[in-house]
């Protein structure tokens, strides 16, 4: 299986073939029918991101209460790994945001 060919190398600069249609797409391509496509900026990545840690945790949420007033319809395991995966991106989230706050203090302070 050979997945580059040395003719597509010139110098330091080679072009990756996408062996998955649902991979990000070039710049320069056009979206594949049917993939919901690229977000165009930073901002609506990290929305779309912080959006989805909100689902998470809205869905932990959900699964715990269910839990609490129906016990019989929820499996255990399941409300235990999605609180598990809310935490796991919250403190992500939280790693993040006190990173980029660092960077900034940093920026702020070189003159």
């Known amino acids: 299986m050979v997945l580059l060919d040395p003719a597509q190398a010139a110098g330091d600069v ?3 073939a996408r062996t ?4 990000f797409l070039g710049a320069d391509e056009q979206t594949v029918s049917g993939s919901k496509g690229i977000e165009r900026s930073f ?7 912080l959006g ?3 689902d ?6 959900d699964l715990s209460q269910q839990m609490i007033t129906d016990p019989s319809s929820v499996n255990v395991e399941d409300v235990t790994i999605a609180l598990a995966e ?3 991106a919250l403190s992500m989230t939280k790693a993040v945001v006190d990173r980029a706050l660092a960077a900034y203090r ?3 302070n070189i003159r």
Not at 43 to 49: P, R, W
Not at 56 to 61: E, I, L, R, T
């Open 56 to 61: 998470g945790q809205v869905k932990a949420m």
């Open 43 to 49: 901002g609506d990545l990290l929305m779309s991101a």
């Open 106 to 108: 940093e920026i702020i």
């Open 20 to 23: 998955n249609p649902l991979h």
């Open 86 to 88: 809310a935490n796991l």
């Open 14 to 16: 080679v072009k990756l």
């Open 52 to 54: 989805n840690v909100n």
